[in-house]
């Protein structure tokens, strides 16, 4: 039940985020968006690190109930290696690029660059929610083949 509630908290995060990504960045208030998006990566990146801990134990136990899926357990440990550094990579660039708004220490925002950073974000959320899904799948796929259920 804990490892539910940590994934649905998770999941939640991926969706607040969704939703101030997708607001439109208005030029004179990239500052105030980027601060937003950095916050709640902040909590996304919180949610996340007890994730990279379920996800670990059902690893063990996909290979506990079948060790011909390790190639399959090894290639969804890489994806969440590339989601943890890619997280990381994407809470870097967004706070440069509220720091370069400060009115303090230029009078231009970097409107275009946080327009393609956007989309980057959306793109990196939508591949987030669906590793989560994958992964669900293949517990239940090693369960199934566990129990000898089959087609």
Aim: charged share 30%; aromatic share 6%.
């Amino acid at each position: 039940m804990i490892e539910r509630d940590k994934t649905r908290l998770y999941r939640r995060r991926l969706r607040e985020l969704e939703a101030i990504v997708g607001e439109p960045v208005i030029p004179g208030e990239v500052g105030e968006w980027c601060e937003s998006v950095e916050e709640t990566l902040g909590r996304v990146r919180n949610a996340w690190a007890p994730v990279l801990g379920v996800h670990e134990s059902a690893y063990s136990g996909i290979l506990e109930n079948n060790l011909e899926l390790g190639g399959q357990v090894e290639r969804l440990r890489s994806e969440d290696n590339g989601f943890s550094r890619k997280l990381a990579s994407l809470t870097r660039v967004i706070h440069r690029a509220g720091q370069s708004c400060d009115p303090d220490q230029t009078s231009e925002e970097p409107f275009d660059e946080v327009g393609l950073f956007r989309d980057e974000l959306l793109t990196w959320i939508a591949h987030a929610r669906g590793h989560e899904k994958v992964v669900d799948r293949w517990v239940i796929e090693a369960s199934m083949r566990d129990s000898g259920v089959s087609d």
